[in-house]
């Protein structure tokens, strides 16, 4: 059990941390962000930005760039959406990946005028096409624009988490349409010079972004910082601590385990003392009898290794289809290998030593003279001096005691997870993101035409009791803008989150109001200049002062929003309660909320509750979108309840699956250990126990002693385990108190 649990945690080590990715040096693979005082982190970057990167830096040896889009195939049904991605043309060439069909796209596909091509993933090609090779070639209307598929890529080629990417030639007056609240931005990657750090990468596109503050205040707002990060990193890890805690609780199962099997053969071998002594003297020397123990541990390794791999097999089929969703990159892939069978062998060599060693030294440095003297009675003291079985067994406990202490933890955690005020009523709504055709559907007023029968129609649906537009699902607003409060000083940069909605958005969600009204169907429909704010808004930027009826305006718009009104002020005619907005763990932001009519720009979706089952609405609501609109894609949909699973609570999930799991197992053993110990303690007392029942011992009185003893190594183990708890999980044990 502790080589099969290992095996399985060092695999998944070996294909998340090691290599996760299956391209060209992907060990040194950076991907650049900008981190703000107040928490925001940007990961992409406009244009003009990502190329003076690409020409001005000093520690990369080549650079690529992603930028995000959704793809529309229209079929015979409703339009079907995948996630794309524009691409530069060196893509291919600089991760070193080739085709399983077809070329990579070269510098040429991208200049203007080229004949449209496009790169289609294992995966799509499998669900669309059933790997028909034939489809090579072909031409498909992507977004309204006939284009050929000129490759078919590995199944572990997922560049961006791409179903399809497009390639584009950048130059600085290149504007790329695509979803996000920031269209014309491209996500970083470089391949770092060899002997060059992130750290110094870091330092290098710092200095590129010091001459590029004042052309893009937006992006280097004061206080920024500019961090390179490896792929992997950025990639992993939300996953990283996972894995420390399955390491963690794997290192102690393996030495639960450890301890019990050296404990079992240090009392096997303390039986056989009359052998080993009799063998010693007829010539036997102690080297010698080491090795003949030493064997015979190694003989009971390699069966143990060889059952140790079928259940890091099987185990981790199991592990590896519990793991949470898009919580590891679509590349990774999780399996035994060569590497971690070897890892399997160097267990087996280490707990031989381990669990053979020492016995064997125990039993060969024992007096002759005693060893062949010794009868029952010699041997019944045994107990008294076995101070080495008695501290493995306390040293069992005392680790099992960690384990289980560490999943209780967890279950706190998650249990404060899940009951946590997070500011509004995700029973029975239901979400449904929208995808948008370049074209017919990019001003304003095309989108108010457009959700306002839309959500007409879905209010119609039976059992619904409200909708709203919006840009975001809670728990998490993704827009960010700089506000200017009039009449405010202050020193570093203002700014806030938002959410474009329509008017239902408070009773789609429950959100409940402090002061003030809500947002108006005239004044959605007119896009007036009136927002509501949350209760972080009103205290950072307004203290004590009543925020109603003040004036604020949203500076970042202007600069990526076409469609923006210019040096427009906004009124605040309400205040709700707070939400969160940026995760459950973290403290809300603050936020706005502004009628969905004001601008075109950045993504849509719906959100509908019910009086329902949340679910039992989904194929009404895709019905209904379908009808206004039929070549607009639905790209995701569900419940937020199981939004919020997925994204927040499937992660400590897992990891109390994992740590649940060990500490019963090591529990277990533990149990095993004690009841094996004490069985060959009593066996060795047979003779005493005899004699003091001879003498008027009761049986209970036997029985006491028995479990006396047995309760002092528990005690003991559970003391130390309860010290290196302590030890281990302070603060954590102090927050859950």
Known sequence: MGIGATAAICSVIEGVLLNPFPYKNANRLATPSILFPDQVTITKFPVPVFLDFKEQNRTFEGVIGLAYTSVHLRGSGETEEFSGGWVTPNTFDFLGIEPILGRRITQQDGKP???????????LWSKLFNRDPKILGATLTLNGTPRTLVAIMPPRFRFGDCEVWLPLELNPSTFITGF????????????????????????????????????YPAWFRAGYRLDANSLTSESVGRFKVTIFFMIAAVCMLLLIACSNVANLLLSRATVREKEIVIRASVGATQSR????????SCLLAAASCLAGCLCAFFGLKLLVASIPPDIVPSEVVIALRPVTLLIALGISAVVTLF??????????????????????????GEFRHGKLRSGLVVGEVALSIVLLIATGLMVRTLQALEQADIGFNPVNVVYAQLSFPEGPYDTAEEKRAFFRKTLDRVAAIPGTTAVTEATSFPPYSFGWTEVVVPGKTHSGSWGTTFDLC???????????????????RSEVESASHVTVINQTFARSYFGNENPIGQRIKFSTFEEYATDWPRDAYFEIIGEIADGRNSGLQDAPRPEVYLPYTVTGTGPRGIMVRTGQNSNSILASLRQEIAAVGPDVAVSDAGSIESFLGRWYYAGPRFTLIILGTFGVTGLLLVLIG???????????????????????AQRNDVLRMVLKRGLALILAGTMAGLVASLATFRRKIARSE
């Open 502 to 520: 329509s008017e239902g958005y408070f009773q789609t969600l429950n959100r409940n109001l402090l002061r003030g009204r809500l947002l108006s």
């Open 355 to 380: 669990c053979g060693l020492v016995p064997a030294l125990h039993v060969v440095r024992r007096d002759l003279h005693t060893g062949l003297t010794g009868s029952a009675r010699g041997i019944s």
């Open 674 to 696: 004690i009841f094996s110990v004490m069985s060959y303690v009593v066996s060795l007392q047979t003779h005493e126990i005899g004699i003091r029942m001879a003498l008027g």
């Open 180 to 215: 996000g609240l920031q269209p014309n931005e491209l996500w970083m990657v470089g391949r770092l010079k060899s002997g060059v750090s992130l750290q110094a990468a870091s330092v290098d596109l710092g200095v590129v972004a010091k001459r590029l503050e004042k052309m």
């Open 113 to 123: 005028g080229s004949p449209p091509v496009f790169v289609m993933s294992y995966t």
């Open 289 to 296: 009898l080491v090795r003949q123990l030493l064997v015979e």
